[in-house]
């Protein structure tokens, strides 16, 4: 097996998990790869280094050390390469990163080829500017509409088609795949989802109405949104935690599903349930 690794060296143990993880590939025959840049942070023998576009095509699997947002970096660079992603988590909540480092003796299962593969979708956004479409993103967790700092409550219009689902007046607007339910959508109300599951969520961000609910939308639907500010008034467009662009009154922007998908390694085949159970839940109780 060739496993290519993506390690976020600013996460505390990420080496030390990463020096473990090599040892057991290794030991199982495995070759491990990762790209040129990593050599001088890594200085690992046992790694091979080279360019992303010659390393990943010889490549079985991907191998992400850190949180969920390294995973979410990676997924999106390497997506057109369909390769299976193993998160080792050394972040915090870990949610895509399945594998925790007290359970690292299971990349024995790994070498051996026993793991499931947990498919996620992923959401396309286009932004249009004068009715001309200028640019787009890709998500997997999420895309957030939200004021700039200092600006007043906006407007928003949310049409499916031709019909409009909901106008409202918000701090902002999430919309996540499956997998981005227990990030911002969580925190600003919404349910949690089976990551497997296809569809759309909608959630508000602090809207100015007393029945303000998440709406789920099939992940075939084509969502629009657009909105009106006061004055020169702006809004931030966030795909997956990254602010990409601020919207002017006019501009809208269209959701629908991404034809890119992302495929996730899970070892024991339990890992959402158990991550909500021990991550969100026990706290509770």
Do not use: W
């Amino acid at each position: 097996m060739n496993v290519y690794i993506c390690p976020n060296t600013d996460k505390p143990h990420c080496r030390e998990y990463l020096s473990q993880a090599a040892e057991i590939f290794c030991k199982n025959g495995c070759r491990l790869f990762a790209e040129s840049a990593m050599e001088h942070k890594l200085c690992d023998s046992r790694i091979t280094y080279g360019a992303i576009e010659q390393l990943m095509p010889i490549c079985d699997i991907v191998l992400v050390v850190g949180g969920d947002g390294t995973i979410l970096k990676y997924a999106k660079q390497l997506a057109d390469y369909g390769k299976a992603i193993l998160g080792l988590n050394c972040g915090r909540v870990g949610f895509m990163a399945t594998l925790e480092h007290e359970d690292i003796a299971l990349l024995e299962e790994l070498c051996s080829g026993r793991y499931y593969v947990s498919e996620r979708m992923m959401l396309e956004v286009s932004v249009y500017t004068d009715s001309l479409k200028t640019m787009s993103f890709t998500a997997l967790n999420d895309v957030v509409f939200m004021k700039t700092e200092g600006c007043k409550i906006s407007d928003y219009e949310v049409s499916k088609g031709e019909t409009i689902v909901s106008s409202l007046r918000a701090d902002g607007l999430v919309f996540s795949t499956p997998t981005g339910a227990t990030a911002y959508s969580l925190s600003a109300g919404g349910p949690l989802i089976e990551p497997e599951l296809e569809c759309i969520e909608f959630t508000q961000i602090c809207p100015h109405s007393l029945f303000a609910r998440s709406m789920i939308f099939t992940p075939d639907s084509k969502l629009k949104v657009s909105f009106k500010s006061n004055g020169e008034d702006k809004v931030i467009l966030s795909v997956d935690g990254v602010n990409e662009l601020y919207l002017s009154q006019g501009d809208y922007a269209v959701i629908t599903r991404s034809e890119k998908t992302v495929s996730l390694i899970d070892i024991n085949g339990d890992s959402f349930h158990n991550s909500i159970h021990k991550k969100l839940m026990t706290p509770m109780k």
